[in-house]
Nanobody, 126 residues
Framework: QVQLVESGGGLVQDGGSLRLSCAAS????????MGWFRQAPGKEREFVGA????????YYVDSVRGRFTISRDIAKNTLYLQMNSLKPEDTAVYYC???????????????????WGQGTQVTVSS
């Protein structure tokens, strides 16, 4: 079992920045991939970005590429999402997810992840 706890969400103005954190505990030694997803009201959950845990390679959805950056601290078992130049359309609940099955590339499909956090709200005001 892996437990994931997100933090860092909040209210920010258009063009502002936030950094989300996702602290992992439990059987984290078998983590291969972690990702960030988001879900806006009335919309389906959307992939934001992912990282291959061991090597740090990343992949982002086009709408956030160049504005958002995923990183991780292996010693702390913590995943980060630095969000810059935020827009009102970035408003959503943001979830982190962990995949414990082997992969060598970042995974964008939600069904490929094994564990999920409870989510943290990000609201960008115009």
């Amino acid at each position: 079992q892996v437990q994931l706890v997100e933090s860092g969400g909040g209210l920010v103005q258009d063009g502002g920045s936030l950094r989300l954190s996702c602290a992992a505990s439990g059987r984290t030694f078998s983590t291969y991939n972690m990702g960030w997803f988001r879900q806006a009201p009335g919309k389906e959950r959307e992939f934001v970005g992912a990282i291959v845990w061991s090597v740090g390679s990343t992949y982002y959805v086009d709408s956030v590429r160049g504005r958002f950056t995923i990183s991780r601290d292996i010693a702390k078992n913590t995943l980060y999402l630095q969000m810059n130049s935020l827009k009102p359309e970035d408003t959503a609940v943001y979830y982190c997810a962990s995949r414990q099955r082997p992969t060598v590339v970042p995974i964008s499909l939600a069904r490929e992840y094994d564990y999920w956090g409870q989510g943290t709200q990000v609201t960008v005001s115009s």
